[in-house]
C-alpha cells in the first residue's frame, strides 16, 4: 500500500515570496490534514478536510494561507505572501475515518529567507 | 477545549534500561488517547492508542501505556529500551467535537536519546 505522498520535499524562499504544496493522501481515506510544525514543537493542526469539505481551518492564518481539495483526493496547500515566522516543517496526513491512525507523509521543510 | 502536556523536554536513557515518557491531558469526557513516534529523518508513526476498555494498551515496538483516568494521564513505557528508539514522541489527545467531527491535539514531544 502506498503511504502518503508530498511534494516538494525542501523548499527555500524569500519572505513575501508564494509557495505550494501537493499531498496526495492513502487511497480511500477520507480525511485529510495539514500540520504545521516549527523546531522543537508538536504539529500544530492548520486545516482538516472530510472528503472534500473543510471541517476545521481555526487555526489556518487565512490571510496568507489557504488549501483546497479537489474531487477529496489530492491537496494542496498555498502561503502567500510567506513570513519568516512560516519558516517550518508542513506535514499532511491522512486517515481513513474519524479518530482513525493518521498516517503521515514525509513532510516539505520550508525555510523562508 | 483539549490539551496535551509533556512534562519532559529531553531524557536520556541506557541501552537495555526501563523507560517511561510522561503524558498529561485535560479534556472533559472521556478522551482518546494517542502515542506517536518521530524518528531522525522519518514521518510520524502511530505507537498504540486507547479509545475504550483495558486500560492497558500494548502497541508496537514493545511500547506499552496505561490510561489512568484519575490522573489525567497517559504515560508510554518500555521494559527495555534500544538504541534505535532514539527518536522524538508525541503525546495527542482526540475529542469528538459538537459539530460531528475529530480533533486530534499534539502534545510539545519528548525528545528520546539513548546511551550505548
Known amino acids: 500500500e502506498a503511504g502518503v505522498a508530498q511534494s516538494p520535499r525542501y523548499k527555500i524562499i524569500e519572505k513575501r515570496q508564494s509557495v505550494a504544496f501537493w499531498c496526495n493522501p492513502i487511497s480511500g481515506h477520507a480525511t485529510l490534514y495539514w500540520y504545521q510544525q516549527i523546531l522543537g514543537q508538536g504539529p500544530k493542526l492548520l486545516i482538516q478536510?472530510?472528503?472534500?469539505?473543510?471541517?476545521?481551518d481555526s487555526q489556518l492564518p487565512k490571510d496568507r494561507f489557504s488549501a483546497e481539495r479537489l474531487k477529496g483526493v489530492d491537496s494542496t496547500l498555498k502561503i502567500q505572501p510567506a513570513k519568516l515566522e512560516d519558516s517550518a516543517v508542513y506535514l499532511c496526513?491522512?486517515?481513513?475515518?474519524?479518530?482513525?491512525?493518521?498516517?503521515f507523509g514525509p513532510g516539505t521543510r520550508l525555510t523562508v529567507l | 477545549a483539549q490539551s496535551v502536556t509533556q512534562p519532559d523536554i529531553h531524557i536520556t536513557v541506557s541501552e537495555g534500561a526501563s523507560l517511561e515518557l510522561r503524558c498529561n491531558y485535560s479534556?472533559?469526557?472521556?478522551?482518546?488517547l494517542f502515542w506517536y513516534v518521530q524518528s531522525p529523518g522519518q514521518g510520524l508513526q502511530l505507537l498504540l492508542k486507547y479509545f475504550s476498555g483495558d486500560t492497558l494498551v500494548q502497541g508496537i515496538k514493545g511500547f506499552e501505556a496505561e490510561f489512568k483516568r484519575s490522573q489525567s494521564s497517559f504515560n508510554l513505557r518500555k521494559p527495555s529500551v534500544h538504541w534505535s528508539d532514539a527518536a522524538e514522541y508525541f503525546c495527542a489527545v482526540g475529542a469528538q467535537m459538537k459539530t460531528s467531527y475529530d480533533k486530534v491535539i499534539f502534545g510539545p514531544g519528548t525528545s528520546l536519546s539513548v546511551i550505548p
Open positions: 496526513a491522512s486517515s481513513l475515518d474519524r479518530l482513525g491512525e493518521q498516517f
Open positions: 478536510f472530510q472528503n472534500n469539505g473543510v471541517v476545521d
Open positions: 479534556y472533559g469526557a472521556t478522551p482518546y
